[in-house]
């Protein structure tokens, strides 16, 4: 099984930080690495099923990456979880943590996968848990975080 895992402190209340993380149909206009984000079915309020899309920079070469996942929302605990449910991350197991840490936020992504459809055999779930985990995920979540945070100052503040 891989596993990743990104955090980031959020200098805002635990409320914002889940509004940031939840509408992520707003991503595109906040995140320069996401290209878009498309409901299906449902929406950020409810969950559903959305389609989105990023990019992954390697100095000057942007390879795009795509996913298609089932989308929970649970506000009471702060909480959103994702199954991807297409792309090459089908099967893997998201959950987005945010919690009241230090007089702001601690916001907290797990990715879970077993590295792969089962028809592809496991040297190629091995490739896909020692590439697409660390060198793709991680990164993109690095991102993501990174920028919602910046936003996060930006509306505080502003």
């Known amino acids: 099984m891989m596993r990743t895992e990104n955090e980031a402190w959020f200098p805002c209340d635990t409320e914002m930080a889940y509004e940031?993380?939840?509408r992520v149909e707003r991503w595109p206009r906040l995140l320069p690495h996401y290209r878009f984000v498309r409901f299906h079915e449902g929406d950020s309020d409810a969950?559903?099923?959305?389609?989105?899309?990023?990019r992954r920079d390697f100095g000057r070469l942007p390879w795009p990456v795509w996913w298609v996942s089932r989308m929970r929302c649970d506000r009471k605990a702060r909480r959103i979880f994702y199954t991807h449910v297409g792309g090459v991350t089908r099967g893997m197991e998201v959950v987005w943590q945010v919690d009241p840490f230090c007089g702001g936020t601690?916001?907290?992504?797990?990715?879970d996968w077993d590295g792969g459809p089962r028809f592809c055999g496991p040297a190629a779930r091995t490739v896909g848990r020692a590439i697409v985990g660390p060198v793709f995920i991680h990164h993109v979540a690095a991102q993501t975080l990174h920028f919602l945070?910046?936003?996060?100052?930006?509306?505080?503040?502003?």
């Open 20 to 22: 940031l993380a939840v």
């Open 47 to 54: 969950g559903g099923l959305v389609e989105m899309a990023a």
């Open 106 to 111: 601690l916001v907290r992504i797990i990715h």
């Open 149 to 158: 945070g910046l936003e996060a100052r930006k509306e505080r503040i502003g």
